[in-house]
């Protein structure tokens, strides 16, 4: 792993319950395990995201949705989700507590 240019943007990973469709500034993409809708419907992730924006600058985030609309989740999304993170160039995985 070589170094990071001060001036690259950190890649930081959520995995959760998804994003509110109307959010887009730093988003650079999302994934959806659940089989439900991509977006947000009860909020956690979305509260998430606003927390690492609200600390965080210069930062590209990918949003991994794991939970349903109850915010519940199997074992498979979440290890479909680590996963595919393990071939991506991310930096910080974030998966608040649920």
Do not use: W
Request: net charge negative.
């Amino acid at each position: 792993m070589g170094k990071q240019d001060i001036l690259d943007k950190i890649k930081i990973a959520v995995i959760d319950s998804g994003i509110d469709k109307s959010l887009k500034s730093g988003i650079t993409e999302i994934h959806n395990y659940t089989g439900e809708d991509e977006f947000d419907l009860n909020r956690h992730g979305t509260s998430a995201f606003n927390y690492i924006m609200g600390y965080c600058q210069n930062i590209d985030v990918i949003i991994c949705k794991v939970l349903n609309s109850s915010g519940k989740s199997e074992s498979s999304p979440l290890v479909a989700a680590l996963t595919d993170l393990l071939d991506t160039n991310v930096n910080i995985i974030c998966m608040p507590p649920l």
